[in-house]
């Protein structure tokens, strides 16, 4: 099978127990050689300063790329263009740029509506200095008006300066195979990476993928509900999947992968071993 790159996500911990966990998923990660890490951001600002130190860490600790994520909904462009300034002093050189979504119980989308907007933003203050990746939605953004509009979004984040997507997850590859025809469609030439959510645990991926509008099929749901509680299995079932997803999708010509890995390094480990990938 075609050697893919891959890039790995984490979220900043809030716990000691989290940070610890961290740490062991990113060791053990990093011996993939993996082409960048990424951690996510609280929209709105919550985790701002974790997810800095987050990537700082995994950075000084493994001297393997990372990158923030950086959201615009909530902020005003001087306090984004501080940010941006402060990743530029510490050496950051690559961003993940999204709109975010509004915490519950906050008001106000900010001066930047939308993450094209955050995209044209970035490059009008620094140039050149980052690599940007984007969201894209093979399944559609829950808030599109139509699936055409959200592809006609993702190619305007594209010609507003962004070097390349970065999908939500899913498990049906023909949905993420018509998005780039429709990307191509438009002129798009930048990579679309496909996301990649490992399968392993139930509750919590119903919970996500209810949340953020990926489907999960009823031949996955009713597999993983039967297993109950045996988490072996579970587990089994999960990188099986997940495994055959990935093949699928580097024979139709994904140029990486990009995993969602909770902070948990065995389930994406298996899959990229299992597809020959890393070291
Ligand atoms: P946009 O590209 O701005 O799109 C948002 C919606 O607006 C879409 O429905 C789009 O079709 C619509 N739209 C765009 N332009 C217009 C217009 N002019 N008129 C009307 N509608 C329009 N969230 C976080 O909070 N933190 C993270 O770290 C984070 N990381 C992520 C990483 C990846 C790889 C992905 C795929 C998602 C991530 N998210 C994260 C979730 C993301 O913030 C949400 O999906 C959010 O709702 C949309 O962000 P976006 O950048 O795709 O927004």
């Keep these: 099978m075609t050697k893919v790159p891959v890039s790995f996500e984490f979220f900043p911990p809030r716990t000691p127990a989290g940070v610890t966990k961290l740490k ?39 001297h393997i790329d990372s990158a923030p994520h950086i959201s615009c909904i909530g902020f005003d462009r001087e306090r984004l263009s501080a940010v941006l300034h402060r990743y530029q002093e510490v050496g950051i050189e690559r961003l ?3 709109r975010g979504d509004l915490p519950s119980g906050m008001t106000g989308f900010g001066e930047l509506r939308y993450a094209r ?29 139509s699936a055409n509009d959200d592809i006609d979004n993702f190619a305007s984040k594209i010609s507003a300066g962004a070097n390349s997507g970065i999908t939500q997850y ?8 018509r998005f780039v025809e429709a990307c191509d469609a438009r002129g798009v030439n930048a990579p679309i990476v496909p996301g990649i959510m490992p399968i392993t645990n139930y509750t919590q991926l119903k919970r996500f993928s209810d949340m953020c509008g ?14 109950g509680d045996d988490i072996e299995s579970i ?17 139709g010509g994904a140029p ?24």
């Design 214 to 227: 990926a489907e999960l099929p009823r031949w996955i749901e009713t597999r993983l509900r039967d297993f």
């Design 256 to 279: 990486a992968f990009h995993f969602y890995t909770m902070n948990q390094h065995q389930a994406s480990i298996a899959v990229c071993e299992n597809l020959g990938l890393g070291q």
């Design 170 to 177: 899913f498990y049906n590859p023909d949905a993420y195979f």
């Design 96 to 98: 993940v740029a999204l």
């Design 24 to 62: 062991d998923a990113r060791s053990a990660l990093a011996r993939l050689r993996p082409e960048f890490f990424s951690v996510t951001f609280g929209a709105g600002g919550s985790t701002q300063d974790l997810t800095l130190e987050t990537v700082l860490e995994s950075r000084d600790e493994t």
């Design 117 to 145: 907007d955050l995209v044209q933003f970035i490059r009008e203050q620094t140039g050149d200095a980052f690599t940007i990746h984007v969201a894209g939605y093979p399944e559609t953004h829950p808030q599109a008006r």
């Design 235 to 251: 587990r089994a079932f999960g990188i099986d999947v997940t495994t055959r997803l990935c093949e699928s999708l580097v024979n």
